[in-house]
């Protein structure tokens, strides 16, 4: 039997401690090149947004630099993430326990996992992420397309340009805000980093984060 | 009022005696200037479309006096030429035929567009790059080419449609009321060149008193909803028209009835900016809060343990 939520590649080796692959070399590598878009495109997207933020345009060797990589490292962006979404979409798919899990956020925040339904390979706050992730992209990058005024001003209306840098500001703010929970997250748990570096996580963490899935990688393999 | 009251002096060129410097800014864009010591005395451009022969003078001197050389266009069957304003033209005269449904006669409606240099510029509300956009205590609104970056901001700001971004260099451009040639006491090249005194330029005061000249005589010509357009959402204009049918601006190529900084501008460069910033440092903060309360959620042995009987691996 193969679970919807374990992913090509998740496996189990047995040992001490038990080492489980949770991400393969291609999945890591396309998350730190979508990472490192991200992270470019909200520096440089912030020097825009803000006066008190506009110092961040030296980075990229002055405004008009910035101005004009910005668009570039959103399309890079997308594709990337597409990329991602291809791999993850399935295993995040929201099933009826990670409604309680999210009832539960006050256990989740106090470390009382036990307290918890026992999830699978993505947690609800996970999927949260994902699919804010998904969905902020895709406004970000039409939005986007929309205020490229380089390649693209002739297409729409002032008064629709108008609309789309509102919603391209508003929707850069979430995906910041997300940005930071999905940060804060790896960080706070610890022994969770390893997935997306070396591609590996210890069985004791499986065991208490995503039991299912790790039970269903042993079922599996049984 | 005699005809030639505003022809424009020769200027002194013996040491003049400028100033638009940075100490005359009032505002400054994506900064703040400091109150300026001395306050300028408001100026303005007055343009009475009523006696516009559309010859195109004005965008001729406009060109001469910018170094301004506009591409060869099309004809796309209007008088208009360019088609519309770009980089290089700052000012264009937009022809209108007009069937004045009261009289059934044909008017011939040509205005010259351009910068209405807005008491309260929506350009400039808009730019994030500090200091691309500058407005002085007289009333310019000028662009500083040197600190733009080319992102279109102002194009969103502008109730008028007025700025063009150049796809050579890649900056905003539009009418700078000669502010080169007011710094030193003369007035726009294309008031300058007008044959018929059509373009005006003054203090503001001045130019309304004109203006009001010109409305008692349109009025007394049967035109009896001549008036002034000095459109007060925008804090008032240092261009302002004298038009016959100023019941109608929407006549006049679509000048617009009651422009003001769109709702859309005011929310991105007002709530949005302060709630953003807002929102990313409170849920940073939390984060480095949550971490100082709860401290690191960390596997323990145990959990170790179980994963090694789950797997039947490594039983101690």
């Known amino acids: ?222 | 009022m005699a005809l030639f009251e505003f022809e424009l002096p020769n200027p002194n060129t013996v040491n003049p005696v400028t100033n638009l410097g940075e100490a005359d800014q009032v505002r400054r864009s994506a900064s703040s200037v400091p109150p300026p010591a001395r306050q300028l005395t408001p100026v303005a451009k007055l343009i009475d479309v009523s006696k516009c022969i559309g010859c195109k003078a004005c965008q001729s001197a406009c060109l001469e006096w910018n170094d301004k050389r506009a591409d060869i266009g099309t004809f796309f069957g209007s008088y208009d030429n360019p088609a519309d304003l770009t980089p290089e033209m700052f000012t264009l005269m937009r022809f209108t035929e007009w069937v004045n449904p009261e009289t059934q006669d044909l008017e011939w409606l040509i205005r010259k567009d351009g910068c209405m240099h807005c008491e309260d510029p929506g350009c400039l509300k808009a730019c994030p790059a500090p200091g691309a956009i500058v407005q002085y205590s007289n009333g310019i609104v000028d662009f500083v080419h040197e600190n733009c970056i080319g992102c279109g901001y102002c194009v969103k700001g502008c109730p008028f449609n007025i700025p063009r971004i150049s796809p050579v260099d890649h900056r905003a451009y539009k009418c700078t009321l000669c502010s080169d040639r007011v710094a030193v006491g003369q007035g726009p090249a294309c008031a300058k060149a007008c044959p018929t005194h059509a373009i005006t330029f003054g203090t503001k005061d001045e130019m309304k008193a004109h203006a009001e000249t010109r409305i008692k005589d349109l009025k007394s010509r049967g035109y009896n909803n001549a008036g002034l357009y000095d459109p007060p959402g925008v804090g008032g204009t240092h261009v302002m028209y004298v038009l016959h049918h100023a019941d109608k601006p929407k006549i006049y190529a679509n000048l617009p009835k009651d422009p003001h900084i769109s709702l859309l501008v005011d929310i991105w460069k007002g709530a949005a900016k302060y709630v953003g910033m807002a929102a990313m440092g409170a849920f940073a903060a939390i984060g480095v809060l949550h971490y100082l309360v709860e401290g690191p959620s960390t596997v323990s042995p145990e959990d170790e343990e179980s994963a090694k009987r789950l797997t039947g691996s490594g039983r101690s």
């Open chain 1, 1 to 222: 039997m193969t679970a919807y939520d374990v992913e090509p590649g998740d496996s189990v080796h047995p040992g001490d401690p038990v080492k489980v692959d949770r991400y393969t070399g291609t999945a890591r590598i396309n998350h730190w090149i979508t990472a490192t878009c991200l992270v470019l495109l909200a520096l440089s997207g912030l020097a825009l947004f803000h006066p008190w933020l506009f110092f961040l345009s030296n980075l990229f060797g002055g405004g008009q630099n910035t101005r004009a990589f910005h668009p570039w490292i959103g399309v890079v962006l997308f594709f990337s993430f597409f990329g991602l979404f291809l791999r993850f979409w399935r295993a995040n798919l929201w099933k009826r326990e990670d409604f309680t899990w999210l009832v539960q956020l006050p256990d989740v925040l106090a470390d009382r996992e036990e307290k918890l339904p026992e999830v699978g390979k993505y947690n609800a706050g996970q999927k949260a992420v994902f699919w804010l992730m998904s969905i902020l992209i895709l406004v970000l990058i039409s939005s986007g397309f929309v205020i490229w005024d380089q390649y693209f001003s002739g297409f729409t209306t002032i008064e629709q340009k108008r609309l789309a840098v509102l919603a391209h500001a508003a929707a850069a703010v979430i995906i910041i805000c997300v940005w930071i929970v999905h940060v804060y997250a790896a960080i706070w748990v610890r022994g969770t980093i390893g997935a997306m570096t070396r591609g590996q996580v210890t069985g004791g963490w499986a065991w208490r984060h995503h039991r299912k899935w790790l039970k269903e990688l042993i079922g599996g393999k049984a």
